[in-house]
């Protein structure tokens, strides 16, 4: 990630860590007192985008999907077992094969 990136990116954490509007006036501000140079198309794109929203919301809700459910429901569960139970049988057959290429004598760069 480069400077101008962080930059935007902290300075929109830090507007709504004070609970400050995200705007495009108040992310430049702040990425000018810091003293980074990014480009103005980013600072109407983060207003944009963050407009709305909770950040603390988001930043906590990463892994969940856009439905909010973060656990699977008890048919997904039921019939996960049995998936669950193919995989590793599945991973074992793909490891056997990279040995088995090892084996053979050469390899890719030799």
């Not at 962080?6 to 501000?29: G, M, P, Q, R």
């Not at 198309?41 to 909770?54: C, D, M, P, R, V």
């Not at 019939?79 to 991973?91: I, V």
């Amino acid at each position: 990630m480069s400077i101008s990136e962080k930059a935007i990116v902290y300075a929109s954490l830090i507007l709504a860590d004070a609970e400050v509007a995200i705007t495009v006036d108040n992310l430049s501000a702040i990425v000018k007192a810091s003293g980074a140079e990014v480009e103005p198309i980013y600072f109407s794109l983060f207003a944009k985008a963050l407009e709305g929203k909770n950040v603390s919301d988001l930043l906590m809700n990463v892994g969940a999907g856009k439905s909010g459910a973060s656990a699977p429901s008890a048919g997904a569960a039921a019939g996960g077992a049995s998936a669950e139970a193919d995989a590793p049988a599945e991973e074992k057959k793909e490891e056997e094969a990279d040995e088995s290429d090892d084996d053979m004598g050469f390899g890719l760069f030799d």
